[in-house]
Nanobody
Framework: QVQLVESGGGLVQAGDSLRLSCAASGRTFTTYAMGWFRQAPGKERQFLAAITWNGGSTFYPGSKKGRFTISRDKARNTMYLQMDSLKPEDTAVYYC?????????????????WGQGTQVTVSS
């Protein structure tokens, strides 16, 4: 199994930037792709971005990168989410995930392992 630990969340002001990290350990060689999701209270888990672990191909909702950029450092077994121009509506718990399948990367069910989540709060 793969274990994931997110870090980097916190309280920021609108317009600020924040970089989240996701450290992976365990059977990382089984990972095909990793992704970022977020979930606000009362809402469904939302896909933000995904990246293939070996090739580094990136995927975003609607194929548009927007304000969030995903990246990974294979040597450090770490994935990142750079978030720019943050807005109050970005407030949520942010999760990283790892999956062994190349299919359906925009859906939570495609992933086998999840981190515990990190809270991001954006004040206006």
């Amino acid at each position: 199994q793969v274990q994931l630990v997110e870090s980097g969340g916190g309280l920021v002001q609108a317009g600020d930037s924040l970089r989240l990290s996701c450290a992976a350990s365990g059977r990382t060689f089984t990972t095909y792709a990793m992704g970022w999701f977020r979930q606000a209270p009362g809402k469904e888990r939302q896909f933000l971005a995904a990246i293939t672990w070996n090739g580094g191909s990136t995927f975003y909702p609607g194929s548009k990168k927007g304000r969030f950029t995903i990246s990974r450092d294979k040597a450090r077994n770490t994935m990142y989410l750079q978030m720019d121009s943050l807005k109050p509506e970005d407030t949520a718990v942010y999760y990283c995930a790892a999956g062994s399948s190349p299919n359906g990367l925009v859906t939570p069910s495609a992933y086998d392992a999840w981190g515990q989540g990190t809270q991001v709060t954006v004040s206006s």
